[in-house]
Nanobody, 118 residues
């Protein structure tokens, strides 16, 4: 079963930057559109960015122009560069396919906490 391991989160001041990484086990990764999701306390998990296996990207309006998603298929890794961070970006960040396919529903990782605060 594919597993995702997210890393790179932390505490950052408003306006700061972080780069998240998500490493995936298994070859299924390379064929999938991959997404970064986030879940803030008391809220549902939301998709913030995705990238196709061909490199096409799209973003939620709330992060457009500030976040950049990328992937390295040779390393089975997807990245999220986050700039100009705001307190509302505080959440646990996860990766998975976008949309989440049935084979990957059980593959959610532990996520990585991002806290934006002064």
């Amino acid at each position: 079963q594919v597993q995702f391991v997210e890393s790179g989160g932390g505490l950052v001041q408003p306006g700061g930057s972080l780069r998240l990484s998500c490493a995936a086990s298994g070859s299924i990764f390379r064929a999938q559109t991959m997404g970064w999701y986030r879940q803030a306390p008391g809220k549902q998990r939301e998709l913030v960015a995705f990238i196709t296996n061909g490199g096409t990207t799209d973003y939620a309006d709330s992060v457009k122009g500030r976040f950049t998603i990328s992937r390295d298929n040779a390393k089975n890794t997807v990245y999220l560069q986050m700039n100009s961070l705001r307190p509302k970006d505080t959440a646990v960040y996860y990766c998975n396919s976008a949309p989440v396919i049935s084979a990957l529903r059980g593959s959610w990782g532990q996520g990585t906490q991002v806290t934006v605060s002064s």
